[in-house]
């Protein structure tokens, strides 16, 4: 099974805030036609809601469901939560409870708030309590962000606080892929996926085989970044990966190890769809 794990759909750039300029900075059509179209080539795919008080963003959580509702045999939808905002615990309610979205999309660096932050503690809890896998966006992009939260060991203390709830760090944690390759190593309950990582193909190797050698490659999940990327152009630059290696002394990634991203049943392991995987053993000596 190919699942893309990070897509976006949005009908109108003021849905964007504060973060269109840079978003939009690359003319991209993100409206659900279009994407219907680009997941043709994977078998499910994960839609992310947004929200932010911060920028005055919003890709509205029942905008979402109600494209993912449309077409329920392909899409997922997960929440788009702020949790600086006094009504988020309603939200997820309703989002989970009555439109029936699967986890929660939040953004430290683009919702103003440190990762550990009380009001966000609360969340993280609410979502190991209803089992909804969480994605961690790292925006570092956009102009507004605040890279300071953006940081993935700053997610160290709410992997330790919260064994049960599934994390994803996004876009591995560009540009601190180390730091979330020692994540990785350290909570068996943490993954991170390659959207927009395979768009620069020298990065994009150094940081597979980093994975590789620290032994956590089988924690990256598959994600394309549509509408910046399809998933059929980055299947096709992940399984091209290694043209980066000819004529040199640099080792190649061995092609099952890049199969594995591609087709890794990211459903089961974020406990979406069927039981959940049971996590390896965590805390092993990599030094």
């Given at each position: 099974?190919?699942v893309d ?11 964007l805030?504060?973060a269109?300029?840079t978003?939009?900075?690359?003319p991209?059509q993100?409206d ?11 078998d499910r ?9 911060y920028l005055?963003a919003e890709?509205p959580?029942r905008?979402?469901?109600?494209y993912?509702?449309?077409?329920s045999?392909?899409?997922?939808g997960f929440?788009?939560?702020d949790?600086?905002e006094?009504?988020?615990l309603e939200e997820?309610r309703?989002a989970?409870e ?6 929660v999309?939040?953004?430290?660096a683009?919702?103003?708030?440190h990762?550990t932050?009380?009001?966000a ?5 609410e979502?190991?309590?209803r ?10 992009r956009?102009a ?6 953006a ?5 160290d203390?709410v992997a330790?606080e919260?064994?049960?709830l599934?994390i994803?760090v996004?876009?591995m944690g560009?540009?601190?892929v ?5 994540l ?8 991170a ?15 597979l085989q980093?994975?590789?050698?620290y032994?956590v490659?089988e924690r990256?999940?598959f994600g394309?970044d ?13 399984y091209?990966?290694?043209q980066i290696?000819h004529g ?15 087709e890794?049943?990211t459903?089961q ?5 069927g039981k ?5 053993a965590?805390?092993?000596?990599h030094?």
């Amino acid at each position: 099974m190919i699942v893309d794990c990070h897509t976006q759909i949005w009908d109108a750039s003021v849905q964007l805030g504060r973060a269109a300029p840079t978003m939009m900075v690359q003319p991209v059509q993100a409206d659900a036609v279009r994407h219907l179209q680009a997941v043709l080539p994977v078998d499910r795919a994960i839609v992310l809601a947004f929200k932010s008080r911060y920028l005055g963003a919003e890709i509205p959580n029942r905008f979402v469901a109600g494209y993912v509702q449309q077409n329920s045999k392909k899409l997922i939808g997960f929440a788009g939560i702020d949790p600086t905002e006094r009504d988020w615990l309603e939200e997820l309610r309703i989002a989970h409870e009555e439109l029936g979205l699967k986890g929660v999309a939040v953004s430290p660096a683009l919702q103003n708030y440190h990762p550990t932050d009380t009001r966000a503690m609360r969340l993280y809890e609410e979502c190991q309590r209803r089992r909804m896998p969480i994605v961690f966006e790292q925006s570092h992009r956009n102009a507004a962000a605040k890279m300071e939260f953006a940081k993935p060991m700053l997610l160290d203390e709410v992997a330790r606080e919260f064994p049960g709830l599934r994390i994803v760090v996004a876009h591995m944690g560009y540009p601190w892929v180390h730091e979330t390759i020692v994540l990785l190593g350290k909570h068996a309950h943490v993954f991170a996926d390659v959207a927009s990582m395979l768009r620069h193909p020298f990065i994009a190797y150094g940081s597979l085989q980093s994975a590789f050698e620290y032994g956590v490659l089988e924690r990256l999940l598959f994600g394309s970044d549509f509408p910046y990327r399809s998933p059929a152009a980055c299947i096709e630059a992940l399984y091209s990966i290694n043209q980066i290696t000819h004529g040199t002394n640099l080792p190649p990634i061995a092609r099952e190890h890049l199969r594995g991203i591609v087709e890794r049943d990211t459903l089961q392991l974020l406990g979406i769809e069927g039981k959940p995987a049971a996590p390896a053993a965590g805390g092993a000596d990599h030094a």
